[in-house]
């Protein structure tokens, strides 16, 4: 079992930018498929990237070329860098670590984007 623990979130303007992070407990995080995904209000909750024990990335189309997912396995840690910022991204992120049929949720960090 994996904790995770999302930190970053907060209020912006159109256009700029925020960087959410997650720290994660556990010996073994290399082995994590590790994601960011979010929900809108009165929305379902939704993928926004993912990032693979080798590095390899997965974007939402509405995220991409904006945001950039990375990890770092020394540190136990996964970063979203999120750039031109959209009304449209306000939502509660959450970050995820899948590993087979094990997944893991942190509580959830708020991004709103004002216009």
């Known amino acids: 079992q994996v904790q995770l623990v999302e930190s970053g979130g907060g209020l912006v303007q159109a256009g700029g930018s925020l960087t959410l992070s997650c720290a994660a407990s556990g010996n073994i995080f290399s082995e994590y498929v590790l994601g960011w995904y979010r929900r809108a209000p009165g929305k379902q909750r939704e993928l926004v990237a993912t990032?693979?024990?080798?590095?390899?990335?997965n974007y939402a189309d509405s995220v991409k070329g904006r945001f950039t997912i990375s990890r770092d396995n020394g540190k136990n840690t996964v970063h979203l860098q999120m750039n031109r910022l959209k009304p449209e991204d306000t939502a509660v992120y959450y970050c995820?670590?899948?590993?087979?049929?094990?997944?893991?949720w942190g509580q959830g960090t708020q991004v709103t984007v004002s216009s």
């Open positions: 995820n670590a899948r590993r087979g049929l094990q997944w893991n």
């Open positions: 990032i693979s024990s080798g590095g390899s990335t």
